[in-house]
């Protein structure tokens, strides 16, 4: 039994720490004409130059896996933008009063927030056919984000990020 709280509880953390995509794409298209790919020429990605980088070698270790070929004649275009914004962590210490005497009862509680909030990135990667002019996919991830992060840290971070947006391309009809 302890056993089970035990993976229950590291389930849930593991889940709270990984990147939760959504996937949206155009129903008409067949996606398996797509070979090529480049980047967008005028990316505004909203990252800093070493972030970008190393979303960008994400992407295309990513893409190479998925046999696609980067090349200026490509079929498809990607373009990736992104969104830092904070949650509340939600840790708090409650305090609570009370009283009661019979059948009567009162009680007034209360929370104090406890630490920093929480950062997190939401990264927006269009697919966008270059001859139609027109998005084709799109996928938005969120993911927790530490702006303190080691150089490795970060790159392993934007790793997942990638990975967890490409899962859901091509698209399952």
């Known amino acids: 039994m302890k056993i089970l709280k035990i993976s229950t509880l590291l389930l849930f953390m593991a889940a709270c720490n990984t990147p939760q995509a959504v ?24 990252l800093n130059q070493l972030d970008q980088d190393r979303l960008l070698n994400a992407l ?14 490509a079929g498809l275009q990607v373009n990736v933008y992104t969104q830092e914004y904070e949650r509340d962590n939600r840790s708090r210490v409650g305090l609570g009063l009370g009283g009661g005497g019979g059948n009567v009862g009162m009680g007034v509680s209360g929370g104090i927030p406890i630490g920093k909030m929480d950062a ?8 966008v056919d270059i001859d139609k002019d027109a998005l084709v996919w799109q996928a938005v991830v969120e993911s927790s ?3 303190n992060a080691d150089p490795e840290k970060r790159q392993k971070t934007f790793d997942k990020i990638v990975e967890k947006a490409l899962e859901g391309y091509p698209p399952k009809k």
């Open 23 to 46: 996937y949206d794409y155009d129903q008409t298209v067949q996606f398996d004409q797509y070979t090529s790919y480049s980047i967008y020429s005028d990316l505004q990605t909203g």
């Open 60 to 73: 295309n270790s990513k893409m190479q896996e998925k046999g696609f070929s980067r090349s200026e004649t």
């Open 120 to 127: 997190y990135m939401k990264l927006t990667f269009d697919f």
């Open 145 to 147: 984000f530490d702006a």
